[in-house]
């Protein structure tokens, strides 16, 4: 956890123990990534200005550039302008799943434990809080 050695430093004391955690204001960890998932359902990876996430409810698919759209009003998923970079992402939240859901790899790739997300009306949209249309929806 980030939450030691983060409040330590805030507190301006030395780190001395060893913890799994990072201090998150340590500058020097800028060029970081960031995966994250929740209850083996919304899974999310972060590479400076990018974001890709994938839900296994539906396998509904988000690609944001936070530099151009920091609301997440654009989903990129579709375009062929971040490519390489929306690959890379992919193969960084895939090794992810393997690792922490083997049970969400099929024939090597993520695969959705629902095929298609139940149809939700008037609920906030995953997981771009500004997101208008998604076609997997899950509460948060």
Request: aromatic share 10%; charged share 30%; proline share 5%.
């Amino acid at each position: 956890s980030e939450i030691a050695p983060t409040v330590l430093s805030i507190a301006g004391i030395k780190d001395k123990q060893d913890f799994d955690g990072l201090n998150l204001l340590d500058k020097s960890l800028k060029d970081r990534i960031f995966i994250g998932q929740v209850d083996k359902k919304c899974f999310c990876v972060m590479d400076k200005n990018y974001k890709y996430t994938w839900t296994s409810i539906g396998g509904g698919e988000l690609f944001f550039d936070l530099s151009s759209d920091p609301y997440e009003t654009r989903n990129l998923i579709k375009t062929k302008t971040f490519k390489n970079k929306l690959n890379e992402l992919k193969q960084i939240l895939k090794q992810h799943i393997a690792k922490f859901a083997p049970e969400l790899i099929k024939n090597g790739k993520p695969t959705p434990f629902v095929e298609k997300a139940p149809a939700l009306q008037n609920v906030c949209k995953w997981p771009g809080l500004h997101s208008i249309e998604v076609e997997a929806d899950v509460l948060h």
